[in-house]
């Protein structure tokens, strides 16, 4: 939308009027001797001061008018951006794509008063909307590439389509620097160009080029999670593998066909450790999978592991990230069992207000208090690479370390506590 204000000789001309014609009234009246101005003559001189008061306030509204114009087509100019700059954030956070193109060349169509807006990718035309819009092609438009000014446009006046041409302004659309596309405001009737619209044109520019560049890091986010993702089934699987083996290969000579279960159950529980791809899954699959897994270190340690389930039923179906309470109960095993004597491990969930409070905690042999408080302040050793690793995803994922809790006691065992958000969505800070 265009707000242009009136220039000041404008503004001069018209109050030179308003004073003129005051003045020329006041003579005509006098002159032509319809009345004469006495101090008891009072309807000559209401009269008067009427026609001066009407005068004075004339002027006086066009010099605020002059001095508010620009604040106010300053104002004009941020509403029509951040409208469009809003309206587009959930598209462009989507990536640069033909399909996000095309709702950005109808937003800026639809809120503002272009004749056409185009979206561009180097040479290809990713959207077009508005008149003649269907008859744009790649060929009418050159290679933007290092062609913008230093105030980041490029004001264009002999683009042929449809028959017409068209004047425009031209903005690029950056990522990190290098420029990925470009904006493309037109205007059929080149008076329509001016100099609000091309700071609007400029100011849009830079916004959609920040949301872009937000689209590029959510996307390399969401890739270092699924990396993280995979060195966590790398780190964990290696050992966790060596020790099944190990028991396997013990039972295949004293008790053959529960070994060819648990070969069985084995390939079973890996095909699905390979299979779970996504980020998020529910308590109730991740209990599954921790349930697979503590076969085998039954199998391995006997009627010594104790396992007790404490689940509330609403918590079975809240959201949570993927192989983070399988770490968690490999740790309690791996660093509570005791050379002689049993291992009482209990697991307990429940849904609390906002939260999802998973517990794991055991009677085991304890952690020195020396290791616990490397782990408090980020540095882990001595814990595990489970533990080290939950706490680092659950930061990537909610933004805070402080989702998890361990309490120990060296002799009478371990206590770890997640507490997690129950939407299980990602934390936007």
């Not at 003129?20 to 001061?49: D, E, H, Q, R, Y």
């Not at 050992?239 to 190990?246: D, S």
């Not at 660093?335 to 697991?347: D, E, F, N, S």
Request: include cysteine; charged fraction near 20%; hydrophobic fraction near 40%.
């Amino acid at each position: 939308m265009e707000n242009r204000q009136p220039s000041s000789f404008l503004y001069i001309a018209l109050g030179a009027v308003t004073i003129g014609a005051s003045v020329l009234i006041i003579f005509i009246l006098f002159a032509s001797g319809i009345f004469k101005v006495t101090f008891n003559n009072g309807a000559a001189l209401l009269l008067v001061g009427v026609i001066y008061g009407i005068s004075l306030f004339s002027v006086l509204t066009l010099l605020y008018k002059w001095h508010e114009g620009p604040e106010r087509a300053l104002a004009m100019q941020s509403h029509e951006m951040l409208t469009i700059a809003n309206e587009t954030l959930s598209y462009l956070r989507q990536g640069f794509t033909p399909e996000t193109g095309r709702e950005v060349a109808q937003i800026i169509f639809d809120q503002s008063d272009v004749d056409a807006a185009a979206v561009l990718e180097k040479n290809d035309i990713l959207a077009a909307v508005g008149i003649y819009a269907e008859q744009f092609s790649a060929e009418s438009f050159i290679d933007r590439t290092g062609l913008f000014d230093e105030s980041g446009a490029m004001i264009f006046h002999d683009l042929e389509s449809g028959g017409e041409k068209w004047t425009g302004i031209s903005v690029p659309l950056t990522v990190q620097g290098k420029e990925r596309g470009t904006l493309e405001f037109l205007f059929l009737p080149p008076k329509k160009l001016t100099e609000n619209r091309i700071s609007v044109a400029i100011g849009l520019g830079v916004l959609l080029s920040t949301q872009l560049e937000l689209s590029e890091l959510d996307k390399q986010q969401s890739l270092a999670m699924h990396s993280e993702l995979k060195a966590l089934r790398a780190q964990i699987n290696p050992h966790f593998l060596f020790n099944t083996l190990n028991t396997i290969a013990a039972l295949c000579r004293t008790d053959p066909r529960t070994a060819r279960r648990l070969i069985i159950q084995f390939a079973d529980f890996f095909r699905e450790s390979l299979e779970r791809q996504n980020q998020f899954t529910t308590l109730d699959e991740e209990l599954r999978y921790v349930n697979s897994y503590l076969v085998f270190e039954r199998a391995r340690f006997g009627s010594r592991l104790q396992i007790d389930w404490q689940i509330d039923d609403d918590a079975r179906q809240a959201t949570l990230p993927s192989l983070v309470l399988q770490p968690l109960v490999e740790n309690a095993v791996k660093h509570g069992m005791a050379k002689t004597g049993p291992l009482h491990l209990g697991l307990a969930a429940k849904l609390d207000g906002s939260h999802l409070y998973v517990q794991v905690h055991d009677d085991g042999v304890g952690i020195e208090a020396e290791s616990l408080s490397k782990f408090d302040d980020h540095n882990g050793s001595g814990l595990g690479i489970g533990l080290n690793n939950v706490r680092e995803r659950l930061r990537s994922l909610y933004g805070s370390s402080g989702l998890i809790n361990i309490s120990s006691t060296v002799g009478e065992g371990t206590e770890v506590t997640l507490r997690i958000p129950a939407p299980g969505g990602l934390n936007e800070n």
